[in-house]
C-alpha cells in the first residue's frame, strides 16, 4: 500500500471533530495535526496532536491536505486564502452568493503558491450542487427544485436565539410534503418559499419573558421567517436538550424534464443524515484524496465538485470500480 | 459561439433516433450522420443523412464523436473497438458481467488509432453506477442497495415472447415497496432477489393457446422468473397496444452508512422515466460533449463516467456553473 495522504484539521469545532473521525477511519488517509486559534493545550483531540494556526507553515512539509473547517463563512474568507499558501485544500465553503468571489480569491493565492483547493464542497454546495449540474446537462428542458430539510438550521437557530426572552432554542427547516410530491410527480410550477418550506421552533423561554411577544417576534422576522409558516413550541431546557440536541438535515434536489413533447423524464437525488456535521466531514474527506491525487498530476489553482473524474474520491482502483460498481 | 460538435449516430433504432432528438436539442451538437446496416435509402430518419456503416471510415474527418447505438451486447462488442478506429465514440454498454473485457478491447482500439472512447454511459450502467460510486466514497461502513423499475425489461419480455403459444407480450420489473422502505429507513438486512423484486407480464396468447400452460412455463422458468414472484396476464394485443407500448423505467439507488455508532446517514438516487431510450440517449449526448473536450486535450484510451469531471457534461462554463448551480 502507497504511503497515507497526511490530513491537518483547521478548525476544530463539530466539522473537525468530524473530519478528524473520517479521516482516521479510512485506511489511506492519516490526520496528522488539528491547527487551533485556541491555545494548543486546551484542545482534547480524539487523538490527533494539535498545533497553533500561527505555526502552519512549519506544517507545509509534513502535511499533504489541509481541510479547513472554520465556522462562519466571513472566518473562511480569511481562513481559505491564507492556508493555500501553505498547502493544498479543501473547504465547504457555504455562501452560495458569495462562492464566485471566494473562489477567485483562493484561486489566486493557490496558483501563486503552486497548491490546490477545492471549495464549496460539502453536500449542498458540493453534492446537491452535483446533481444539480447532472440533471440540468442531461435534461436541458426542465425545472429543479431544491428542498432542504426536515433539519437544523444553524442560522435560523441563531436568530431565534437572539430574540429578546429566549434563553435557548432549535429551529427546523422542514420541506412542505404537498410540493415535494408536486415535483417528484413532474410539476413545473413555480412555488414561492411559503410554499416549499416550514419553520418550526423549539424555544426555552426565559424565567418570566412574555411568550407571545417572542413567539411575534420570531414569526415575524423578516428575511428568516416572515415569508415561511412558523410553529414555535415553548418547551423545557431539558427537553430541548434530550430531543433536539442532534443535527439531522437533509433534503432533495429534484428535476423533472421532457425529451420530447408528453415524456417526463423525473431525476432525483436525496439525503436524510442523523449528523449534518459527520457527513459533511466525510464528504470532505473523500474530497481530500482527490485534490491529493489532481495536486500530484500537477494541477493548481481553485477547483469545485464539478472539475474532479469522481474515480479520484474513491480509495478502489479505477479497475475495482469498474468492476464492482459500474 | 464556437463550431457545433458533428455527432454520428451508429444504429438507427430506438436509442439512435432518441440521440439523433436530443443532439439536434442542444445548441452545441449537430448530427451529421446516422449509419446504418440496412440499406441507406430505407432508412428515414427525423433529416440527418444516412450512411452505410460500411462507409464509416470516409466519415473520420467530419465526425467528431460518434454514439454507439447498437442493439444487443453481441453486436457493441464487435461495434465498439471497430467505430473507434476511426472516431472518439460514446456507447451505454449494459453487460456488467462483461464490462471489464469490453472496456479491455475498446481501451486498446482507442489507443491504437488516438481516439478516446467513453463506455457504459446510460443510467444504468452510466447514473446508477456513478451514485454507487459517490455513495460509497462518502459512506465508506454500509450497504448499497439497486432497485430497478418500475420498468419494462427488454429481456424479460425477449424471453416470454419465446415461450410456446405467445403471440406477444411485455414485462415490468417492479421494485417491492417493503423492501425500498426498508432500505430508504437505513436497514443493512440481505434479501433476497424475490425480496427486491417481482415481475408483472401481460401477454397475449396465439388463439387456442393452452394459458395454464404459459402461465406455468413463464412462472417456472430459470434465471428470468424462478427466483420472482411472477404475476402473469392475458389481455387483447389491442390492450397491449393501447397501454404498454411505451417504455418507461427506472429505479433507485441507496446506501445507508454509518459515520459513527448510531448515526445513520442515508443517500439516495432515484429516476422515475417515462422513456428509457430517450433518458439514455440524453445521458449519451451529454457524454460526447465531455468525451469532445477530453479528446481536445488529447487524452485517449477507454474511460467511463466514473473519470470524466462532471463540469464537461454541460454546455456552460465553469463560471456559469460555478455562479448558477453550485
Known amino acids: 500500500m502507497a504511503e497515507k495522504i497526511r490530513i491537518a484539521i483547521n478548525g476544530y469545532g463539530n466539522l ?4 478528524e473521525l473520517a479521516a ?3 485506511e489511506d488517509l492519516d490526520p496528522v495535526v488539528v491547527f487551533t486559534r485556541r491555545d494548543p493545550a486546551t484542545v482534547r483531540t480524539a487523538g490527533t496532536p494539535v498545533a497553533s494556526v500561527a505555526d ?10 489541509c481541510v479547513n473547517c472554520g465556522g462562519s463563512a466571513t472566518d473562511m474568507e480569511q481562513v ?5 499558501q501553505f498547502f493544498s485544500t479543501v473547504d465547504s ?3 452560495h452568493a458569495k462562492i464566485p ?3 477567485a480569491a483562493v484561486d489566486a493565492a493557490a496558483k501563486k503558491s503552486g497548491h490546490l483547493a477545492m471549495i464549496s464542497s460539502g453536500w449542498d454546495p458540493g453534492l446537491f450542487s452535483l446533481n444539480r449540474l447532472l440533471a440540468e446537462a442531461i435534461l436541458p428542458q ?9 433539519g437544523i438550521s444553524q442560522g435560523h437557530g441563531d436568530a431565534i436565539r437572539r430574540v429578546e426572552g429566549v434563553a435557548a432554542g432549535v429551529q427546523y427547516t422542514i420541506p412542505v410534503s404537498e410540493a415535494v410530491e408536486a415535483a417528484q410527480n413532474g410539476s413545473r410550477e413555480d412555488l414561492s418559499a411559503r410554499q416549499m418550506h416550514r419553520r418550526v421552533c423549539y424555544v426555552v423561554a426565559e424565567e418570566g419573558a412574555d411568550l407571545k411577544k417572542i413567539e411575534h417576534d420570531i414569526v415575524n422576522m423578516p428575511n428568516y421567517f416572515a415569508d415561511y409558516d412558523t410553529t414555535v413550541n415553548f418547551i423545557s431546557r431539558e427537553e430541548l436538550e434530550r430531543k433536539h440536541s442532534g443535527m439531522p438535515h437533509g433534503g432533495q434536489v429534484i428535476r423533472s424534464g421532457n425529451t420530447s413533447e408528453g415524456i417526463d423524464q423525473v431525476y432525483t437525488f436525496g439525503l436524510k443524515l442523523d449528523s449534518n456535521p459527520e457527513f459533511t466531514g466525510s464528504v470532505l474527506v473523500a474530497s481530500a484524496r482527490a485534490v491529493h491525487t489532481l495536486a500530484a498530476k500537477g494541477q493548481t489553482g481553485a477547483i469545485t465538485i464539478f472539475d474532479v473524474p469522481p474515480a479520484y474520491l474513491s480509495a478502489k482502483t479505477g479497475q475495482q470500480l469498474r468492476s464492482q460498481l459500474l
Chains 1, 2 share one sequence.
Open 101 to 103: 468571489q471566494y473562489f
Open 93 to 95: 465553503f457555504d455562501t
Open 24 to 26: 482516521s477511519k479510512a
Open 80 to 84: 481559505g486564502p491564507r492556508a493555500v
Open 142 to 150: 426542465g425545472k429543479t427544485w431544491t428542498f432542504w430539510g426536515p
Open 16 to 19: 473537525g471533530k468530524a473530519v
Open 56 to 65: 502552519m507553515e512549519k506544517w507545509s512539509e509534513k502535511v499533504d491536505i
